[in-house]
């Protein structure tokens, strides 16, 4: 499906028949993520450091969730670039 502006909706449905004759069915419009079913803040956090595990150590992951959770109280972003800067060179 596609909507006015043309965006691609990524939906899924799913529909199991059982040995008894129960079908159970189960419908997602919108993917776990997305504006409208959007990931719970403890699930970011897990999804980021499950993902980082490749780059960064387990000191520097913390780190990385530390200052992102006290962006706004920064002086600057200094330490936290040098982090992802050397995250993404060790991705190359």
Do not use: W, Y
């Amino acid at each position: 499906r596609s909507t006015a502006l043309g965006l691609v909706l990524v939906s899924a449905r799913v529909s199991v028949r059982t040995k008894d004759g129960r079908e159970l069915k189960k419908e997602m419009l919108h993917r776990l993520g997305s504006p409208e079913n959007p990931l719970e803040p403890e699930k970011v956090r897990e999804k980021f450091r499950t993902l980082a595990r490749h780059c960064l150590s387990d000191m520097e992951i913390d780190e990385v969730v530390s200052l992102t959770q006290s962006l706004d109280r920064q002086e600057d972003l200094d330490k936290l670039t040098a982090i992802l800067a050397k995250a993404t060179s060790a991705a190359t």
